[in-house]
T-cell receptor, first 112, second 113 residues
Framework: QKEVEQDPGPLSVPEGAIVSLNCTYS??????FMWYRQYSRKGPELLMY????GNKEDGRFTAQVDKSSKYISLFIRDSQPSDSATYLC????????????FGKGTHLIIQP | DGGITQSPKYLFRKEGQNVTLSCEQN?????MYWYRQDPGQGLRLIYY???????QKGDIAEGYSVSREKKESFPLTVTSAQKNPTAFYLC????????????FGAGSRLTVL
């Protein structure tokens, strides 16, 4: 079993819909959870950063962590065509960036 | 604007040739990293460096080499020993090795003909 599982998609939804992106993991040592957004042919950019279980909100984006279930989610409200990108989860067990484990990424398409 | 510059953006190489990808940052970050991204796979760490003249192998270092002669620069050489070099290569940096928030460059796409 891989350490981090993420459905690669593509996930296609109409504009304005609520989007749910998810990652599951098996290593309970992961303490820090990040979501990166990557546009086509570009580098990833940090979108959300969370440490503890619970929710963190930033504008239309909400990151949710459930450590007991080893499940993290990213919700996008009022989705826009500009949200079309690949979303990567990244998990850290406390060792810093050299120990980051990335999901495969979910390709999201928002239909106008 | 502070950031990471990778060049070239696209590169074509014949089998058996070495190629060097450039990565320059003006963020004054100590740590720098090289990742490889393939379709359907997560980012995989090739090499990383926390200070000048020091670097460490990542998960997939075979067939690659790096140097860190200046804090701002961390070039990656893809050697002919790399069996499947066609990929998207991403350079990243962080303030310190122990921090886990990365700033990425725009990437270099290498295609072996």
């Amino acid at each position: 079993q891989k350490e981090v599982e993420q459905d690669p998609g593509p996930l296609s939804v109409p504009e304005g819909a609520i989007v749910s992106l998810n990652c599951t993991y098996s290593n309970s040592a992961f303490q820090y959870f990040m979501w990166y957004r990557q546009y086509s042919r570009k580098g990833p950019e940090l979108l959300m950063y969370t440490y503890s279980s619970g929710n963190k909100e930033d504008g239309r984006f909400t990151a949710q962590v459930d450590k007991s279930s080893k499940y993290i989610s990213l919700f996008i409200r009022d989705s826009q065509p500009s949200d079309s990108a690949t979303y990567l989860c990244a998990l850290d067990g406390g060792g810093g960036a050299d120990g980051l484990t990335f999901g495969k990424g979910t390709h999201l398409i928002i239909q106008p | 604007d502070g950031g990471i510059t990778q060049s070239p953006k696209y590169l074509f190489r014949k089998e058996g040739q070495n190629v060097t990808l450039s990565c320059e940052q003006n963020l004054n970050h100590d740590a720098m990293y090289w990742y490889r991204q393939d379709p359907g796979q997560g980012l995989r760490l090739i090499y990383y460096s926390q200070i000048v003249n020091d670097f460490q192998k990542g998960d997939i270092a075979e067939g690659y080499s790096v140097s860190r002669e200046k804090k701002e620069s961390f070039p990656l050489t893809v050697t002919s020993a790399q069996k499947n070099p066609t990929a998207f290569y991403l350079c990243a940096s962080s303030p310190l090795l122990g921090t886990n928030v990365l700033t990425f460059g725009a990437g270099s796409r290498l295609t072996v003909l």
